[in-house]
């Protein structure tokens, strides 16, 4: 997310933005036209060589085995191309980590402290808000859309009430073997990747990533995502600014509107 803190903008609940159309479908397309490809050809050499081997004399007999077996040496490409549509087709399926996101569908509400002020011993802003989590497209991405309302110094620099509204999108892919996320909200016009892993025996996700919510400022994320009980989410964002320690900037909790 990207929310003002010490190091810049972050957000109350990054957790990813929408993707669009994999390539995958294109490559999907490619493949089955290759293979189309492989067997008009096979099929042309086959027709070409009927004819020469009929008007060939004594050596038509010894050239002719040769001939038909030049067809042959086609589906090695033919069988690539399979491979990799398998391949494909695996890299599509659901498994458990998906059912791991679908467990986090739902309404919640949350509360929002960031630690904004330089002094270490000031007390953190609070903000409160709503998310709204539901898994789309046959069970393959998890999305959210949050709303809520928070204190931001204006363009004076007073504070003012400030309508704060964040989209984001989860998955976990197959072919890197991790859990990804993206984000967008109305306060940037970026758009934030990150990578992470589960551990199970915490239930708890950790994701990492790297922001630049103005020129020259590259801050490093750590998101700890847990879920405490079926009802209840915490979510801890730190931050690691270049050269800097790690501090942790803003807290999340969770609560299911609408208990399991």
Same mark, same amino acid.
């Given at each position: 997310m990207a929310l003002f803190s010490l190091t810049g903008f972050v957000g109350p609940e990054k957790i990813g933005v929408m993707k669009i159309l994999p390539l995958k479908y294109a490559a999907?397309?490619?493949?089955?036209?290759?293979?189309?490809?492989?067997?008009?050809?096979?099929?042309?050499?086959?027709?070409?060589?009927?004819?020469?081997?009929?008007?060939?004399?004594p050596q038509t007999a010894t050239t002719a085995p040769a001939v038909a077996t030049s067809p042959v040496a086609a589906p090695s490409g033919q069988t690539d191309q399979a491979e990799m549509m398998k391949q494909m087709m695996e890299m599509m399926k659901l498994n458990e980590n998906h059912k791991l996101l679908a467990e986090t569908a739902g309404t919640w509400s949350y509360?929002?402290?960031?630690?904004?002020?330089?002094?270490?011993?000031?007390?953190?802003?609070?903000?409160? @808000?709503?998310? %709204?989590? +539901? $898994?789309?497209?046959? /069970?393959?991405?998890?999305? @959210?859309?949050? %709303?809520? +309302? $928070?204190?931001?110094? /204006?363009?004076?620099?007073?504070?003012?009430n400030f309508t704060f509204h964040g989209m984001g999108i989860e998955a976990y892919d197959n072919a890197k073997k991790k859990f990804v996320s993206s984000w967008i909200d109305n306060m940037g016009t970026g758009i934030e990747n990150s990578e992470g892993t589960y551990d199970p025996s915490t239930k708890t996700w950790t994701y990492t990533s790297e922001m630049e919510p103005i020129p020259g400022m590259k801050t490093h994320v750590r998101e700890v995502l847990k879920m405490t009980d079926k009802n209840h989410m915490d979510l801890e964002w730190y931050e690691t600014a270049a050269g800097g320690q790690e501090k942790k900037t803003m807290e999340i909790n969770y609560t299911r509107s609408g208990k399991k």
């Open positions: 999907i397309l490619q493949a089955i036209c290759s293979l189309g490809i492989i067997v008009l050809t096979a099929a042309a050499q086959a027709q070409t060589s009927t004819p020469a081997t009929a008007t060939t004399q509360t929002v402290k960031m630690w904004m002020n330089p002094d270490p011993n000031a007390k953190p802003s609070e903000s409160k @808000g709503t998310g %709204v989590r +539901k $898994m789309v497209l046959d /069970g393959h991405y998890l999305t @959210g859309d949050y %709303v809520g +309302k $928070m204190m931001m110094p /204006g363009a004076n620099g007073k504070m003012q």
